[in-house]
């Protein structure tokens, strides 16, 4: 069995032991992990959207009412540019540099282990991010989650999560190039500080900042870049992936590309 096999089995072997069995179900071909959860995501997807309906009138009401009653925020403690992973944190959560304070619950700073090998970066939050503070939840964050396991990597352990903007967008519309010039030094500063082993962006947004292009990402993938002297490999959102349950074999071939690089670290 190969190098990564053996790391897959042994993660299996691990939530079995711990009564989690279900991320990957035994028997399934790695290849067809995507595909899975894609189709059981759709169901649950249209729910949550009627669902989110309702929780977007709430917020714009209660971000009217924060408007009128003027900001509250805290003042940035200092330069992303020169804080340590905690003063970071702290700049990014009482951050007001852009538009995006106005509306957001929480700021999003980041998931996983900051001693991960992989750092995965993605856009901006969304409804479920903006409630809990955790990047990647909800179906989006299950689909990556199920990447991530198919090649024998956890949020848990070995990986770390984060997103280009920290604030959640209203109704979850694409970033503007202002927020994301205007939030770049927090993400900046973050890879620095995390020094992964590798960067996976995630989505448009993120493969543009990292590799500073302005190609699709249907375009991007399936080469390695070099942000700073890591290695990048550019895949596409989970997000698109449950829309776009046909590039579930790129999604896969991504991965593996991702693996390459890891297996030779
Ligand atoms: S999106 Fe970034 S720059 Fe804008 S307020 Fe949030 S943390 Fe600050």
Redesign the pocket.
């Known amino acids: 069995m190969s190098a990564r096999g053996t790391r897959l089995a042994a993660y299996l072997d691990q939530r079995r032991r711990m009564g989690e069995p279900g991320i990957v179900p035994d028997g399934l071909a790695p290849g067809e992990l995507l595909g899975l959860l894609a189709a059981r995501a759709d169901a649950e997807r249209k729910a949550e959207a009627a669902k989110e309906a309702g929780a977007g009138a709430r917020a714009a009401a209660r971000a009217a009412t924060r408007s009128r009653a003027g900001s509250k925020s805290k003042p940035v403690p200092r330069e992303p540019g020169t804080a340590d992973y905690e003063e970071l944190r702290e700049t ?1 959560l009482a ?7 106005e509306g ?1 619950r929480t ?1 999003v700073f980041s998931d996983g282990n900051p001693a991960g090998r992989l750092m995965v970066v993605g856009e901006a939050p969304g409804a479920h991010e903006d409630a809990t503070g955790r990047p990647f939840v909800g179906q989006a964050g299950k689909l990556l989650d199920l990447m991530l396991a198919s090649v024998a990597l956890s949020r848990q352990d070995s990986v770390y999560i984060c997103n280009v ?3 959640r967008p209203p109704g979850n519309r694409n970033p503007m190039p202002d ?1 994301i010039e ?2 770049a030094p ?1 993400l900046k500063r973050q890879i620095e500080l995390v020094a992964p082993e590798v960067l996976l962006a995630v989505g448009s947004f993120a493969a543009q900042w990292l590799t500073g292009s302005t190609k699709a990402v249907g375009k991007l993938r399936g080469e390695v870049y070099s942000y700073q002297g890591v290695p990048l490999v550019v895949t596409y959102h989970p997000a698109a992936l449950l829309r776009n349950p046909g590039w579930s074999r790129l999604v896969w071939e991504d991965l593996q590309l991702l693996c390459q690089i890891m297996d030779n670290k």
Not at 95 to 101: E, G, K, M, S
């Open positions: 990014a951050c007001t540099r852009c538009r995006l304070a957001r700021v903007l920290k604030c927020e205007s939030c927090l």
